[in-house]
């Protein structure tokens, strides 16, 4: 018989080897970040069968059923008349005035944003130079002009040049975007620059609309705003007239679930019917002309994110944009343009979950969350909603926030803490939010500083905790 020392080696070798195993299982899901986990992955792509599995049916849970006084047919039905849109006062317009309101935060806050140190940059060829005497105060309002401007023709095709492309880093997608618009008009920085301004913790899964706009608005001599409710006929004039456009869109890469993505549009063909972009994920397409996508595709991916783009033009030209945008230069306007598109893809498919979805977010942004409520309801009780959904879209907390409903927004809160969005500043924003209504002023004191571990620039959980702190 062998002697007894091997058959304790052999034991212990098996012993070693199945506590390594384990040991790497345990470290490679619960201490490593994801980012990490996935550079493990891209080397050793075996691993990913130890990534938690994604949640069941890979969609957002379903809603509760809930008492009330609205149904789904009462959105479809009701006349769209609506009431002026709440938005934070501000002093009356002046002659120097913006004539494109800038949209705040959907959680707007009265403190001024800290002064900034501005990126110079040039301008491209194909546009004049900037006007530095047509600095304007950028918490203005608006009256826009009821006048019927005559909208040119558009050519059959048109191309933007000077863009340099950027290849997104981990989770950077918004700041790789914005970079890319921002150099065509000769800003060098790269993406790294403004994920440090936007999005400081690496893990951070979104950056939204306003925060790219109000980077813009800051920290360059350019200007930016971002709506909702966009369309085919919008992107096209903007490319025509050499005005960067960035659009937000639903994307589900092959063998991926779905997430949400920046483009940047560069041309548009009508003969093909197709558009191209510039995808910090995908590429720029063959000898940087951009990756074509059919108008179909586009706009069915676009309807994810209510049609949301994102204009980045020079002060000069801000009359320009504002015919461009026509009614949409109204923040108010533009949500009731996306409210009614929504509405009318609900009644031509009432089980469209997206399009539910962005009735409830043109009905939030103009603070009507009871109908809103009742419309991300709708959205969910389908059970085919997205399950990242709730990393870039924050209507459903807002919606269900104002309307009392507390624990329906603490249910979304613990989703996004169990699916990978704890990294995201808004999921304990809202948290806090709710355990400062229900009295619970430590825990909210909590969330929101751990809001603001994740991004100390949020300036929504920086008020919310400096109220409770006054």
Not at 346 to 353: E, G, I, L, S, Y
Not at 454 to 470: E, G
Request: proline share 7%; net charge negative.
């Amino acid at each position: 018989p062998p002697p007894r020392f091997l058959l304790w080696l052999v034991v212990g070798v098996f012993l070693l080897v199945v506590l390594g195993g384990v040991g790497v299982v345990v470290v490679f899901r619960n201490v490593l970040l994801p980012g990490q986990q996935q550079r493990v992955i891209d080397q050793l792509p075996f691993m990913r069968a130890l990534m938690p599995p994604t949640p069941q049916g890979g969609t957002l849970p379903t809603a509760e059923p809930v008492n009330s006084d609205i149904s789904p047919e009462d959105l479809l039905a009701a006349p769209l008349s609506l009431p002026t849109m709440t938005t934070v006062p501000t002093q009356a317009p002046t002659e120097a005035a913006a004539l494109i309101q800038i949209e705040p935060s959907s959680t707007p806050t009265d403190l001024p944003s800290p002064t900034a140190t501005q990126i110079p940059t040039s301008t491209p060829t194909e546009v004049p130079a900037t006007d530095q005497a047509a600095s304007i105060d950028r918490s203005q309002t608006i009256a826009i002009s009821q006048n019927d401007v005559a909208r040119p023709l558009l050519p059959s095709s048109a191309r933007m040049f000077g863009f340099t492309f950027a290849k997104q880093t981990w989770n950077n997608c918004g700041p790789a975007n914005l970079t890319m618009a921002l150099s065509y008009y000769g800003c060098q920085h790269d993406q790294t620059y403004a994920a440090q301004l936007l999005k400081p913790d690496r893990e951070d899964k979104n950056v939204s609309p306003w925060e790219m706009v109000k980077f813009v608005n800051e920290q360059s001599d350019l200007r930016a705003i971002t709506r909702m409710g966009g369309d085919m006929d919008l992107l096209k004039r903007f490319i025509a007239a050499q005005i960067p456009i960035l659009i937000e869109t639903g994307y589900m890469p092959e063998g991926y679930d779905w997430i949400g993505h920046y483009q940047t549009v560069v041309a548009y063909d009508d003969l093909q019917d197709v558009v191209y972009l510039y995808d910090t994920y995908l590429g720029s397409g063959a000898s940087g002309e951009g990756l074509t996508e059919s108008y179909t595709d586009l706009d069915r991916n676009w309807q994810h994110f209510n049609r949301t783009f994102i204009v980045l033009y020079e002060p000069n030209r801000e009359a320009e944009v504002r015919d461009i945008l026509g009614d949409r230069a109204d923040p108010a306007q533009a949500a009731e343009a996306a409210l009614e598109v929504a509405r009318d893809e609900a009644r031509t498919n009432p089980r469209d979950v997206f399009a539910w979805f962005n009735i409830g977010s043109s009905l939030t942004r103009m603070g009507r969350y009871d109908e809103a409520a009742v419309a991300y309801d709708q959205a969910r009780r389908e059970g085919t909603l997205p399950w990242r959904m709730t990393w870039y879209q924050f209507g459903p907390f807002e919606a269900y926030f104002n309307t009392g409903r507390y624990d329906d927004v603490l249910a979304l809160v613990n989703v996004n803490l169990t699916n990978g969005a704890q990294y995201v500043e808004e999921t304990y924003y809202w948290q806090g939010r709710v355990l400062e209504a229900r009295g619970d002023i430590a825990g909210a004191r909590q969330a929101f500083s751990k809001a603001l571990q994740h991004n100390y620039l949020y300036t929504d959980a920086r008020t919310a905790l400096d109220s409770l702190n006054a």
